[in-house]
């Protein structure tokens, strides 16, 4: 792996996070976790190159987020797909979804790194926020994606490093 600068990514973010998908993870020092996302972003926020995810209350890997203040982005090739199914189908409550998936991970500052991605983001929390009812100006998406009321908490965090093979 080795280290670039977030200003020389050449994806297109859309297509990378919304198509693509991603694992955010987080480690507590002892276990790691990870969950597949599609929904995020990255941009510049208080002069610093950032990426922003969105995670529910519900998810196992929420609480390793919650302990740590580094996490991870993880981007795979298409031949992994069948992998970030599974990573965001199950919950790592329920089975050891990176020893099922055959996924080598270490810690790089504290955030998980996977052996078999492509590219990682190394991030560190800057942020976080409970999305809330009243803060809907489209009332419509509470209906669409909130039924059971689980709004997501909005995670902006700092891209440290990107390592890239
Ligand atoms: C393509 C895809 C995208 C997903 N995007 C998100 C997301 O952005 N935020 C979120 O909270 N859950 C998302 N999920 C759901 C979690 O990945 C899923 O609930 C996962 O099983 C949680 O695992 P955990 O309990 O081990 O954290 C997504 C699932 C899939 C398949």
């Known amino acids: 792996m080795k280290t670039i600068k977030p200003e020389e990514l050449k994806d297109n973010v ?3 996070i919304g198509k ?6 987080a480690s507590d020092g002892e276990k790691a976790n990870a969950m597949t996302a599609s929904w995020g972003g990255a941009g510049v926020l208080w002069g610093k190159n950032v990426a ?10 929420k609480e390793f987020i ?7 982005l993880s981007f795979f090739t298409e031949d992994y797909r069948k992998m970030l ?3 965001g189908t199950v919950s790592g409550r329920d089975e050891d979804k990176i020893e099922k998936s055959n996924l080598h991970v270490s810690l790089e ?3 998980p790194v996977f052996e078999e991605s492509r590219m990682t983001f190394v991030c560190r929390k800057l942020y976080e926020q409970e999305m809330e009812e009243s803060c809907f100006t489209d009332t419509a998406q509470i209906e669409k ?3 059971g009321k689980d709004y997501h908490t ?11 093979k």
């Not at 693509?20 to 993870?25: D, I, P, R």
């Not at 919650?66 to 991870?72: A, G, V």
């Open 52 to 61: 922003f995810v969105f995670v529910r209350p519900q998810r196992y890997t």
């Open 154 to 164: 909005m995670y902006v965090v700092e891209i440290e490093k990107v390592l890239v």
């Open 14 to 16: 859309f297509d990378l």
């Open 66 to 72: 919650d302990r740590s203040d580094k996490i991870s």
């Open 109 to 111: 500052e504290g955030a």
């Open 85 to 87: 199914s599974y990573m």
């Open 145 to 147: 994606w909130y039924p």
């Open 20 to 25: 693509q998908w991603m694992l955010v993870g």
